[in-house]
């Protein structure tokens, strides 16, 4: 592992920093999923905008936003196994 903070840092407070890190970096590429995701259902789901959705721009959207949550819950799994493979390593 790099010497991501200088000298200062014992070995044990590297590696927390550097999992600090990695965390925050995941929290983002969540964070840029769900705007592209949100664009994509928007895009697929709404024709117009009006007053109110239709039934049938309703379903799509919970149906879009259901796919996105089964997603994002597939994702952090990866992660959190990823992490504790890392971790027992």
């Known amino acids: 592992m790099a010497d991501i903070a200088g000298p200062n840092l014992d070995p ?9 890190i990695e965390t925050e970096q995941a929290h983002a590429r969540v964070q ?15 024709g117009s905008i009006s007053s109110g ?9 919970a149906n879009c ?13 990866k992660i959190e196994e990823k992490r504790a493979f890392a971790g027992a390593s």
């Open 12 to 20: 044990a407070s590297q590696k927390e920093l550097q999992q600090f």
């Open 32 to 46: 840029n999923q769900v705007h592209n995701l949100t664009s994509l259902c928007w895009d697929k789901c709404v």
């Open 65 to 77: 936003v259901d796919r996105f949550f089964d997603t994002s819950s597939y994702l952090v799994r």
């Open 53 to 61: 959705f239709s039934g049938k721009e309703q379903s799509c959207l």
